[in-house]
């Protein structure tokens, strides 16, 4: 027998170094199957005991769980969908939908983003192998399904927005918002700042486009979000963060609001020649300067259109998906992280939900490295969650 090639020995070293492979099949070695377990005790208990022609009977009559991938109810991940949503704090992370597409100034069809971004995510399991993490065996995750925002009443869907992740988040779990368009940023940013006392945020926004115009089109639509989220006192401008703007569509009425306010902006070209890690140094420097924790808005656009065909306002030139994950990444590991929110993906526009996957990945990823980073599971609710619901101190808006 010949000798075992030295990629598949347990100690193999590649320029004195360990691989990544090998430290990922040691990590996966001391992962429990509890959770795994559970999931095939209640899928039999709920959906009977399969055929007697079925050999395995870990599997049920009826779908219940994460397998076959293709069957099943689209909740994200398969997670299971809490429909009483007072009960969201007994689990560490809260995934909600937000379909809403009336702030939107072009291509229509984020409100279809959550349904997008749950069917294709049927398609991931809860393992990932470089990080060593199954989420299913080290948090708890729940569905607590969609807000009911309003057609084109932007301000009402606000309202509701806003109500809604206040609650998660004072829940204590971490929220995740699957978007819609990119206005919901205000209503969002608005929902935690109620309920971080007199603690402050900073904002890490992801994106091709600046969204800091008062108005668009006489109203506060996508391309708005951080005017109005920045004139809350929780959320100063200072804090608010822009990785990877440039290109052909961004408005100079919202550059001049940058300039004003003092943001922080960094484009692709500006990652690229400093690198990716003195990008997050930049980011994390900025956004945590006199603040408590970080909020991260993820446009799926920020990416090179490429590779994200499904979104409203596609540009070409963004970051590669390996360069956008390695930030996200970094970041999450190394920040105090309140919330993630995934905005501006557009089914009707996708190719083979190429630009679902992407978005599932993202926040797939986010929670392993919260993980990683011990954020999660929490023990007890995040100190920089107040109790008690205050007004946010912000300029009446005309």
Known sequence: MSEQPPFQRPDYQLNGHSTEANRALEKERNLPLTGWQQEVNRGLEYGLEAAESIRDRTIPTFSRGELPHYAGINTFLKAPYLEDVRKVGEYDVAIMGVPHDSGTTYRPGTRFGPQGIRRISALYTPYNFELGVDLREQITLCDVGDVFTIPANNE????????????????????IILGG?????????????????????????????????????????HTCPWFHATNI???????????GIGGWQVPRQGVKVCRERSTNILTVTDITEMGLDAAVDFALDRALDGTDCV??????????????????????????PREALYLLGKIVQKAPVCG????????PYDVSDMTSLMATRVICDTMAHLVVSGQLPRQQKAAYIHPEATPELVSEWQ
């Not at 006192?233 to 990785?243: D, G, M």
């Not at 909020?295 to 590669?320: N, Q, R």
Request: aromatic residues 8%; charged residues 25%; glycine residues 10%.
């Open 181 to 221: 368009d990119h206005s919901i940023g205000f209503p969002t940013v608005r929902g935690v700042c109620r309920h971080l006392g007199d603690k402050k945020m900073g904002i890490i926004h992801f994106d091709r486009h600046v969204d800091t115009q008062e108005t668009d089109l006489d109203e506060r639509m």
């Open 233 to 243: 006192k929780n959320a100063p401008a200072k804090n608010l963060v822009q990785l």
């Open 156 to 175: 009402k869907s606000f309202d509701q927005i806003s109500k809604a992740v206040a609650h998660v988040f004072s829940s204590g779990a971490f929220p």
């Open 295 to 320: 909020y991260i808005s993820f446009d799926i656009d920020c990416i090179d259109a490429g590779f994200v065909p499904g979104t409203g306002w596609p540009e070409p030139g963004g970051l590669m």
């Open 340 to 347: 993630l929110e995934v905005v501006e993906v557009s089914p």
